[in-house]
């Protein structure tokens, strides 16, 4: 079963502005981890953050947590061309192996030069 | 450095046909190996997983089967192919006695379609 949802389902902008991606999921977790897929490729893992931190940074990348909400935000800052792709949130749920992550169905951006 | 080939990068199929996959992971050892299916549009359905040779779980009763001949080669088959089997099939790894704070590495998938 597919535990995160992204919202919006498909974010256009154009280079330089920011993007923001939502997750929410519906059990407690371990942690939340965000992937991208370019077009007709695997997944690439960008950012993970525990279940005990709130925030987290990696580059341009901006991760939020919000465990009582179940709920993450993926920011990415000055965005380009490159960055389009599809984006997904995974969790890892308590209670069940490690090896089961679960993804939701992912975050379409498209950025336009 | 670590590496996992997946072949082939696309497939097209009859119905009733057999099925191989295969996957490889250079550059470490005793990984965890994992199949996820993903449909058009949608996100990833975990399938088959192996913590080590011989090792599969089953995640969803399916048409499909799993196989880790070797501690690093990962196999998915089919007797009889479905329509329904067509999908994006997609090959990871995680450290071997990893937490939940390992991440997935995943190859470049198979395009299989079932015609």
């Known amino acids: 079963s597919q535990q995160g949802e992204e919202d919006p389902q498909a974010l256009s902008i154009q280079e330089g502005e920011n993007a923001t991606m939502n997750c929410s999921y519906k059990?407690?977790?371990?942690?939340l981890q965000w992937y991208r897929q370019n077009s007709g490729r695997g997944l690439v893992h960008l950012i993970l953050i525990r279940s005990n931190e709130r925030e987290k940074h990696s580059g341009r990348l901006r991760v939020t947590l919000d465990t009582s909400k179940k709920s993450s935000s993926l920011l990415i800052t000055a965005s380009r061309a490159a960055d389009t792709a599809s984006y997904f949130c995974a969790t890892a749920p308590m209670n069940t192996g490690f090896q089961k992550l679960v993804f939701g169905t992912g975050t379409r951006l498209l950025v336009s030069p | 450095s670590q590496t996992i080939h997946q072949w082939p990068a696309t497939l097209v199929q009859p119905v009733g046909s057999p099925l191989s996959l295969e996957c490889t992971v250079e550059g470490t050892s005793n990984p965890n190996l994992y199949w996820y299916r993903q449909a058009a549009g949608r996100g990833l359905q975990l399938l088959f997983y192996?913590?080590?040779?011989?090792?599969i779980s089953s995640e969803v009763p399916q048409n499909l089967s799993a196989s880790r001949p070797q501690d690093r080669q990962f196999i998915l088959s089919s007797k009889k192919l479905l329509l329904s089997d067509s999908g994006f099939y997609l090959c990871?790894?995680?450290?071997?006695?990893?937490?939940?704070?390992?991440?997935?590495?995943f190859g470049n998938g198979t395009r299989l379609t079932v015609t």
């Open positions: 990871a790894w995680s450290v071997r006695g990893g937490s939940y704070n390992s991440p997935l590495h």
């Open positions: 059990t407690s977790i371990n942690n």
């Open positions: 192996s913590v080590g040779i011989g090792q």
